[in-house]
Structures are given as C-alpha cells and as structure tokens.
C-alpha cells in the first residue's frame, strides 16, 4: 500500500493476467513490477485520482497515483488497474488471479439478455481467456456465449499470489466440514439460503511460478436459475499468516470509495451478497473475498434432449427403420448361440453425413431437427442357455466404455447368459471420433461441439436399437426359435432395459432420460459431469498429452475445460436428473441403479458419488464405505434410484488430488462385476426391478 506513485519502469511490463500467448497469467513478472500496456499505461504517473463516492463509503482524494494505482479510500494502491481496464475481474488480487476471470464462475461475466428464460447471458470476451500456441482464440460463440447462466456442474475457483494454505481447506474425505458453523469457505444458494457441500482443494498441476488455483468442488449439482454466493474467511496464506483480501474487494467490503468504474459498476449487487453471506452468519468484516453466481435454466440446458426425444419416438417408435443384418455365427463360443452384425437406419439429428466432426442440425430457431437419417451398426449375442430355455427373456442395450465398440456386448452376453445383448457404438466417443477430438483441442476448441453433439445422436441410436428390439426384432428369424411347432421370438419385448459400463454408465443416464421405451438403466462405473471426473482419470491422459502439445500451460487447460463444460452438459447424465424423475411425455419415473467401484482409477469415485447425490440415490448396505450425504438401506428398492459400492481391493489407490493415477489403470474399473454375487445383483434388477444387495455382507473379496 502506498499513496505516491511506482517506478515509471514498472509500467513497460505486460499485465499481471495476461500471458504472450494470450492468455492465463504472467506470474512470474512480480506484482510490484508489473504495469499495464493499455491506454492507462503511458508510462507516466497520474498527477490525481478522484475517487468515487455513494452513500455510507469513506471518500478520500488522492493525489499522483501511478498507472497500475486505484484511489482507494484515500490511499493509492496497486490493482493491477490496466488488467481491470481490460475486462480482468476487479475482485481478483492483482498479481495472482491465475486466469483473468478469476474468481470463477461470476457475475462479471453475464449480460442482460430479455431474450432469454433468465434474462441473463453468459458473454466471454474471448481476448481475456487462454489462447493456445497458435494464437487461437476461445471459441466462445459455439462453446458458451449462447447459454443463459452458468453451469451447474460449474467448478468453482479463484487463487491468490500469497498461496492458500491447504490445511485450511475442508478436504475431499470430509465434507461435511465444509457445512461446519466455521468453514472457511461458505457457498450458499440465496433463494433457499441452503449451505452447499463442497470439498475443496489445491490444484496439484500447478507450475512453478504461478498463482496455485483453489478449487471449490460441488458434491451435489447445483441447482437450475439459481443465485449461489461463494465467500471466503479465516483463509491463511501459504506461509501460515492471515490471507490479505485483495485492494478491491477491501474497498466493497469496507465501504471505501474508489476511482475504479469497473469496480464501482459492481457495488450495488455486491451488497446482495454480503447480505446473503450474513443472513448465514459470515460476518462481512470477517471476508477476504466474496462474489456471485447465477446458473442457467433447466429449459436451456435440457433443451436439446427435449427437443429430440419426441421426434425419436415419432420416427423410431413406429417401426420399418430398416435394418440388414451383414454376419450371423452360429454358436461362435459354448456360451453364446448366435452373434450377430449388422446396420441399421437413425433418424439423424447431426449434419451432413452424420460422420465424426458433424454437429447438431438446427432450425432457425436453434431447434435440433431430426427428419434426417444415418445408418449405424448393431451387435447382438443370443446366448446358448437363453435359446435352449426357448421363452422370451429381457432384450438389453449395452454402451461400452470409452472409445471402445459396441461389438462389448457380444463378450457381455457370454457373462450375462440369461438375457439378449445387442450394442451399438457412442458417437462422440467412439474411436473413429479421436481425430476430431485432438483437432477440437489443437485449435482451441473450435468445432468442439461435435463431442457432445454426436454423445446426443449416440442417445438417438441407442433409443432406435431399443425400439427395434420391441417391435423388428421380434420377427427376426435369428433371434427365434421353434417351440411345439411354433416360432417364437426369444426377445420380451415388455423388458427392454439398458446396463452400461464405463463411458457407457456415463451416458447411461443420457439414454434413459431420451428414451421413452427405457424403464430402467444399470451404470456400472458411471458418474457425472465430466469437468470434474477427467483430470483425475488414467483414460483421459493420454488426450490430455495430446492436448498439451498445443497448449502447454495445465492451468489454462483446466479452466478452459471447465468452460466447455457448459458445452458437455447437453449430454450430460446430471443435468438430465429431472427427466429421469419425470419423464418426458409423463408415465412412471425411471430408474437409476449406479455400481461404484472403490478406487476407480478412469471414473473416479468422487464423481460417482456426487452423481448419487445429484440424484439422490440411497445407498444400499451393507456397503464396504459410507458415503457422505446419502441415506442408507438396508432393505430391497423396487422404486427409485440406487447406489451400490463394491471393493474389488484393487492397488494401488489414486491419489486424492487432481492428477491422474501415476501407475494407470490399477483394475478397479474393469473388475467391478467380476464376483458373481454381482451379476446376480443386475439380473435380480432386470428380472424383477429390486435394487439390493445380494453379497455376503458389503461386496468385496474378503
């Protein structure tokens, strides 16, 4: 704090929050150096500086505050000003925001927009977020601009040059602290004035040199056209000394008047947040930063699936797609009597010819439109015991995992011997889509929506397969068999369910809440909200490496990762919650059985569970773990969702921070459903609709 000026070296150097490739920070130019390039930064010290001044705020003038200076209550002091000019967040501290726009996500950064169900929209100007070594900006436009408020599987963040000491932090294997009357840090939804669990944590990718991200992890999905307030207090630094709130944010907190119009522009709604964070009991002198949030609309998050599902069921629902079987194996294995390939006609909702890199067909009105077609493969494995039992039994749509095949379901029929398995495969995330995936990323996310548009079109197919398996399917000679003289169809076209594993218990929620033909769907190993799983994944790794030969910087590539988030959400299983509970079209809510397995190197457990929440799935017991916020049963569920946890004591165990497991894949995902008890587990579900768990005591080994 000083109240003359700063060297006139210190205003030749780049802003604080930009780095030369575009984006990010440049912190290792030290705060006390650092100056604006911009217009404010002539070089030259300002001769005065007029604060400005409302009701109840301490005035004062200053006189010959340098560049990077703000009047602030009478005194000048570094704000890192031609940052602040640029559009960086006033709140953040000057010379360790870490991203421009931190703190994340907020307020700064939605305009009013009466064309919208908020009458609000997300607007990022692409220049204050990361460029890639290419100089490539954000692709803001097709990513995020068209969204009426934030994510509600938002990550949350900030960070500060001094560091924040990680003791402080309610961590990932205690949330309830983070509800605790002294948490230090609070996030509140201001219409309900619920406290939010979190865990929160330090971002272990940080590089030398730059300001360490903290970041406040949701444990449940936040909730549709929501104002959230996040407030922090009690924080020390990294050293162990009470952290310092930045200059600006002192100013709201403390009533001190400013020079600042990007600041001053913010005060009126601040107040709501103080009063938020006070009607909870954060006394607002007791804050080192505090700031707001709201989230988008569940009709504009859950638009695309709601658009869609309707024309599915009016194309698909009515038979006579087509479909031409390519191969069929007689009794290939002693456990299966025939396999089958073949291709069949979708209606499309992508452009062109529906292949890797398409994205959603729209009407004028951003409508998906479907009255397309595309043909799209199928895998089914009849095995030998259903077809000498010779009665209907259960046809089951199964998803594999990532970038795998829907050709899984032939070995999946090999195991599950009582019932029909036909797959096909998860466009977006299939392998002939990997291409276009490094393409997106190389370039900075341009073209990035064909990830999440071709997860949708994968919903659609998966909704067709299940249709045929109601209705063309059944006439199929393959798949029939001769009893008392009579062909008869081994399908039951009245149990039609879906099992996913991996990226398919991923998606697995996103198929069922499209198809209205779905009752019921068990994820294996599946979760939610991708920004919040991958980073801790071996199978994302190898893309990330990818990923990084284009922009160098992890920091950078987290943050824009959790921008791309709002992207993702069109497919994703936990935006989608309210349309498993009620359906679209009406009828019975559909159900939900997730298998979670401890240690799960590529689906980490912490998404599993915040899923569970999201949903609010019981857990069944006896359970080798407890899980926070989650009610328990003991008894059989025949309605609703559940939650079961198996320990396949597979090690090593991940690591609790957000990396990746250094020694890959330890086998806790592959294994999940090894023990036989589980496989009785899912055909108990399948067969009879109970939810319970049939080991004996919690499912693992011992």
Not at 348 to 377: F, I, N, Y
Request: include cysteine.
């Amino acid at each position: 704090m000083r109240s003359r000026v700063l060297t006139l070296a210190s205003s030749l150097l780049l802003p604080a929050c930009l780095s030369p490739t575009g984006g990010g920070d440049a912190s290792d130019t030290p705060a006390s150096e650092a100056s604006g390039t911009g217009e404010a930064s002539t070089g030259e010290a300002s001769t005065t500086a007029t604060p400005t001044t409302s009701s109840g705020e301490t005035d004062g003038v200053c006189d010959a505050c340098a560049a990077e200076e703000a009047c602030v209550g009478g005194t000048c002091e570094d704000i890192g000003r031609a940052d602040v000019e640029k559009g960086c967040h006033p709140l953040g501290d000057p010379g360790g925001r870490g991203q421009c726009l931190y703190p994340w996500p907020s307020d700064l950064t939605l305009v009013a927009d009466a064309g919208t169900k908020t009458g609000r929209r997300v607007n990022y100007d692409p220049e204050l977020l990361p460029k890639n070594n290419k100089m490539q900006p954000f692709a803001v436009d097709d990513i995020t601009n068209d969204v009426d408020g934030f994510s509600p599987n938002s990550q949350i963040r900030f960070a500060f040059k001094a560091g924040v000491d990680g003791a402080d932090l309610p961590p990932i294997d205690d949330i309830g602290r983070s509800l605790a009357d002294d948490a230090p840090i609070v996030l509140i939804e201001v219409e309900s004035g619920e406290r939010w669990p979190y865990f929160a944590e330090l971002d272990a990718t940080a590089q030398k040199g730059e300001p360490v991200t903290v970041f406040v992890r949701p444990m449940r999905r936040l909730n549709y056209e929501r104002h959230y307030v996040v407030g922090l207090r009690g924080l020390h630094d990294a050293k162990g000394q009470e952290l310092a709130p930045s200059p600006l944010f002192r100013a709201l907190r403390d009533h001190l008047s400013t020079d600042v119009p990007q600041l001053e522009a913010l005060r009126k709604d601040q107040e709501d947040v103080f009063a938020a964070l006070k009607a909870a009991g954060v006394e607002r002198e007791s804050l080192q930063l505090a700031w707001g949030f709201h989230t988008a609309s569940a009709e504009r998050m859950q638009s695309d699936l709601v658009a869609i599902s309707p024309q599915v069921e009016e194309f698909a629902g009515k038979g006579d797609l087509g479909y031409v079987i390519d191969e069929v194996q007689v009794q290939p294995s002693p456990e299966l009597a025939r396999v089958i390939r073949g291709h069949f006609n979708v209606p499309s909702c992508l452009t062109d010819d529906s292949g890797p890199g398409t994205v959603m067909q729209r009407t004028a009105d951003g409508t998906p439109d479907c009255s397309g077609s595309a043909e799209a493969k199928f895998y089914i494995g009849v095995p030998q015991a259903v077809w000498d039992k010779g009665t209907p039994v259960p046809f089951i749509v199964y998803g594999h995992g990532l970038l795998g095949s829907g050709e899984e379901a032939i070995s999946i029929a090999e195991r599950a011997t009582s019932v029909i398995v036909a797959g096909t495969d998860f466009w977006g995330m299939a392998q002939e889509d990997v291409p276009r995936i490094l393409q997106a990323f190389g370039e900075n996310f341009i073209g990035g929506n064909t990830v999440p548009d071709r997860l949708l079109q994968s919903a659609v197919n998966f909704t067709t397969l299940a249709y045929l398996g109601q209705g063309d399917f059944l006439d199929e000679a393959e798949m029939q068999v001769e009893v008392d003289g009579v062909m008869t169809s081994l399908i039951d076209p009245t149990s039609v369910q879906y099992l996913g594993g991996s990226q398919g218990g991923i998606m697995g929620g996103t198929v069922v809440a499209m198809a209205p033909n779905l009752p019921r769907g068990i994820l294996v190993v599946g979760a939610s909200n991708y920004s919040l799983m991958i980073w801790r994944s071996s199978a994302f790794s190898a893309l990330s490496d990818a990923w990084a030969v284009n922009h160098r910087d992890p920091q950078e590539r987290e943050f824009l990762f959790a921008l791309v988030q709002s992207a993702f959400d069109r497919a994703d299983p936990g935006i989608l919650a309210e349309l498993i509970t009620n359906p679209i079209g009406g009828g019975d809510p559909k159900r939900l059985f997730l298998i979670e397995s401890i240690g799960d190197s590529q689906v980490p457990n912490i998404a599993s569970e915040a899923m569970a929440r999201s949903f609010k799935m019981p857990l069944l017991t006896p359970s080798p773990k407890p899980v926070w916020g989650l009610e328990e049963s003991a008894e059989p569920l025949q309605t609703g969702p559940a939650l079961l946890i198996v320990d396949t004591k597979k090690l090593p165990l991940p690591p609790t921070q957000n990396l990746p497991p250094p020694d890959g894949d330890n086998g806790a995902h592959g294994s999940a459903v090894d023990d036989p008890a589980l496989l009785e587990i899912i055909e108990r579900f399948i067969f009879k609709g109970f939810a319970e768990n049939l080991c004996d005591g919690a499912c693992d080994p011992g």
